[in-house]
Structures are given as C-alpha cells and as structure tokens.
C-alpha cells in the first residue's frame, strides 16, 4: 500500500536556528495533514494540521508548507528551543478516520 | 480542549495474566477511539477502529480475540490484552476524534500505556 515517509531520521541544530522537517507522502488521495510532536515516554501532541487546498498554514513558531505537485509536506520551527527537541511524525488521511503515519524524525536541539 | 487520558500509565505483569488499559477524552464526545502500539524508535502501528456502540474493526494482522476492544460510550474505551506474552510488551497508544473541533480526521492522543510482561 501507499506511506508516508521522513527523509531524515534525525535533525540536529542549535538553539535558536530554525529547523525544517521534512515529509513524502505518496497518497495521491489523502487530502488532509497532520504534525505530531512525541516527546520520549509521551503520546503524539498534535501541532499543526492543514488540508489539501491550501499551501501554506501558520501557527505559534511553526508553519506546514505543503506541495501536492511533489508530494512533499514540511514542518518550519521558528527559533528552534531545547523543549522542541522530540521526533516529529507527519500523518496523512486519504478520506477516511484512519491516519497513516510516517516513521519520524528526531529533533535535537543543543543549546 | 481535546483532552485524552489514559490509564494505567504503566504496568508490568506476569505472562498470562490479562491487562485492562482505559481511554477516556475528558471535554469532548469521540464517536471514534484508535488503538495503536508503539515500539522504541518505531512509529505508531494502528491495531484497531473503535467506534462507539459496535464492534471495532482490527487491522490486518492484529488478533482480535488477544486485543479485546471495548467503546461502551462517546468518552470510554478499553483495550484488554488478554493472556499477555512477553512479546505483547510495548507502548500502548489511544486517539479520540473530537467531531465537534476540526473534523472526524483530527485524532488526540493519550499519553500511553507502557506495559511490560514478565
């Protein structure tokens, strides 16, 4: 069947960079994209979500970027903080309640 | 809002034993709770669809007679692990949709269930 998947498994940067996690999905059907921050020992805090007719969704320090052309989903982290560092799961829905899940990515963020 | 709580939030048992994990959402109705497992450095692995009032459906490979799922109302589902092995040792994940706030898509999560079987 079709995934989701991560490019990097981990991302390292500096306190205060700005960081950008990347996601391929290859559904061309899901219509509906979600980040996820897991935070060791906890389950997923949802972040952020935006819907396959737009681009571009802003949130508090973050922003998803979405490509449907490429397929290509994107988490931006402004001013990246040492309580960012988590793996961040990107998830697709293609129609129905289910979500798909991408196998993440680590976030280490050093101050 | 969107609050999902899970209990136990961590347990060890003997192997046979059964092991009941719950799900609430705490400030809003889920017609629909997800069941997942997790293991380390792994990413979330969907077991079963609860839905509220009926039978939940179980994702390939996922034994519905060890995993016995149970939606008894909009803010309630149990997930009994029934003769756990020490195979059955993971994290335990729930997820509610909340159909009044950004769709039936949205999914919430608990803070998981570690369960370790001895």
């Known amino acids: 069947g079709e995934s989701v998947g991560l490019h990097l498994p981990t991302l390292s940067v500096q306190e205060g960079d700005n960081s950008i996690i990347n996601c391929a999905y290859s559904?061309?059907?899901?219509?509906?994209f979600i980040w996820y921050k897991q935070e060791s020992g906890k389950g997923p805090q949802f972040i952020i979500d935006?819907?396959?007719?737009?681009d571009k969704r802003q949130g508090q320090r973050v922003t998803v970027l979405l490509n449907k052309t490429v397929k290509h989903l994107s988490l931006q982290i402004a001013a990246t903080q040492p309580g960012d560092s988590a793996v961040y799961f990107c998830?697709?829905?293609?129609?129905?309640?289910?979500?798909?899940f991408g196998k993440g990515t680590m976030l280490l963020v050093s101050p | 809002g969107a609050v999902v709580s899970q209990h136990p939030s961590w347990v060890i048992c003997k192997s046979g034993t059964s092991v009941k994990i719950e799900c609430r959402s705490l400030?809003?109705?889920?017609?629909?709770m997800f069941w997942y497992r997790q293991f380390p450095k792994q990413s979330l692995m969907l077991m079963a669809t609860?839905?509220?009032?009926?039978?939940?459906?179980?994702e390939q490979g996922v034994e519905k007679d060890k995993f016995l799922i149970n939606h008894a109302s909009l803010t309630l589902s149990t997930l009994t692990v029934t003769s756990a092995h020490p195979e059955d040792s993971s994290f335990y994940i729930c997820?509610?949709?909340?159909?009044?706030?950004?769709?039936?898509?949205?999914?919430?999560f608990g803070p998981g269930t570690r369960l370790l079987v001895l």
């Open positions: 997820s509610a949709s909340n159909w009044g706030g950004r769709g039936k898509e949205t999914q919430y």
């Open positions: 559904n061309s059907a899901s219509d509906y």
């Open positions: 935006i819907r396959s007719n737009m």
């Open positions: 998830a697709e829905n293609s129609g129905y309640s289910t979500l798909t």
């Open positions: 400030d809003f109705q889920a017609t629909t």
């Open positions: 609860s839905n509220e009032g009926s039978k939940a459906t179980y």
